[in-house]
């Protein structure tokens, strides 16, 4: 339970304790110039004598600073506050993915690849600043009242200004999430991101990791298993997962990092592909929705959350329907006329139709890309003008022998 407390840290009125940990306290406060919440990471007074925590901490408020994202947390300030160290940043209103995992066990797939996408966003503007997160996990992914899904917690995080602060040889991170080169010591790019991010779409999916550790399994077991890709393949961890996703997952967790998905925008790009065309504030409205419907959240939902409509998409007649009217159309007129006409022939009722340009007239009609979009050699104008021959030479007087095959002129008149 959260502990209240009244003090002020600089010019942050601290309302209450939200929770502790080995490295410091996190707190909710109250900045009265702009009057919003904000969350106020204390660091330990005896950690603080530790220049490597100190490092850390001080590098999680930089690095998250410099990232300027709606799925990123944002960092606001930085200070020494009576011999404590203290970072004020983006107070989420909800909870991490891993309360909602426990409410919910698993995720619809849709829902799931809209908050894969909502990540994936956060991630490209993180990688295209030159940082590695490296902390990929439940507690770290925060998701709003109001379906807003945010990376958090840069403490470990990989820049490329300088050395990282862990040595080769040592990996730092939640081994089930962290990728086979971090397991190893290795230095980690963008693609072990995105391993992280496979390992989080799949327990989504399946309500548990692809690679699980246990004290009887040590880390080089884990490492092995990962490398091999042995795991339960998804689509049968997680019965009415989409293919395609499936699929993506698994290009995301292969154990090489060559054989992954090199970027966070190629991932960006297939989850598009699959959930269709979503505004950020549409993917926000509909994974808040899935969120409430499954009580993970208390209270009014209408306070919470904004519905935002989607434009209802433009109805057209198919292609194939729209050429066969139009050709039927002027079949019946080329028909009538002909039967109508004294000579039989077609040239002189066209023309007094106004009809001579009739080719151009039916080209037209259906259109021109029509007419390419079918790859057929013979256009519309053609078939009409071959209508038109045939019903000539159908009628009761057809042209005399000797007469032109387009029926120039009228024919000869009856013997009376």
């Known amino acids: ?36 919440p904000v969350v106020v990471k204390s660091l330990r007074r005896g950690l603080a004598e530790d220049p490597t925590l100190e490092e850390r901490f001080l590098r999680e408020a930089r690095t998250a600073a410099s990232v300027q994202h709606q799925n990123v947390v944002a960092v606001y300030d930085c200070f ?24 919910t066990a698993r995720i619809h797939p849709r829902t799931a690849a809209l908050i894969a996408l909502e990540l994936v966003r956060g991630l490209e503007e993180i990688h295209a600043l030159g940082i590695v997160h490296r902390d990929l996990k439940p507690s770290n992914i925060l998701v709003s009242r109001r379906g807003a899904t945010k990376i958090a917690d840069f403490g470990i995080a990989l820049g490329d200004e300088g050395p990282g602060l862990t040595r080769t040889g040592h990996a730092v991170g939640t081994p089930p999430y962290m990728a086979p080169e971090q397991l190893l010591g290795e230095r980690a790019d963008v693609r072990s991101d995105l391993f992280s991010l496979g390992v989080l779409v799949y327990e989504m999916l399946a309500g548990r990791v692809p690679f699980s550790e246990s004290a009887t399994s040590p880390a080089k077991v884990l490492v092995r298993r990962m490398q091999a890709g042995r795991y339960p393949r998804l689509r049968r961890a997680a019965p009415g997962t989409p293919r395609v996703l499936a699929r993506l997952a698994e290009r995301c967790l292969q154990g090489k990092p060559r054989r992954r998905v090199q970027s966070a925008t190629e991932v960006r790009e297939a989850l598009e592909a699959l959930v269709g065309p979503m505004a950020p504030g549409e993917c926000r409205s509909e994974i808040a929705a899935w969120l409430w419907e499954r009580g993970v959240f208390e209270g009014d939902a209408a306070e919470h959350t904004v519905a935002v409509p989607r434009p209802a998409p433009r109805r057209r007649r198919p292609l194939k329907l729209r050429w066969a009217a139009a050709v039927a159309a002027i079949g019946l007129l080329v028909t009538g006329a002909a039967a109508l006409s004294p000579g039989g022939g077609s040239g ?51 042209a005399p022998e000797g007469a032109s095959a387009a029926g120039a002129g009228p024919g000869p008149a009856a013997p009376r």
Do not use: C, K, N, Y
């Open 348 to 398: 002189g009722w066209l023309a007094d139709l106004g009809l001579a340009g009739a080719p151009g007239l039916i080209q037209g009609l259906v259109g021109p890309a029509d007419v390419a979009d079918r790859g057929d050699a013979s256009g519309p104008a053609d078939r009409a003008a071959g209508l038109a021959r045939v019903a000539a030479a159908g009628t009761p007087e057809a």
């Open 1 to 36: 339970m959260s502990t209240p407390t009244r003090r002020t840290v600089g010019q942050i009125e601290i309302e209450r304790d939200l929770g502790r940990g080995g490295m410091g306290v996190v707190r909710l406060g109250r900045q009265p110039g702009l009057d919003r």
């Open 80 to 103: 020494i506050w009576r011999g404590e160290r203290f970072i004020v940043q983006e107070h989420v209103d909800g909870v991490d993915l891993a309360t909602v995992l426990d409410v």
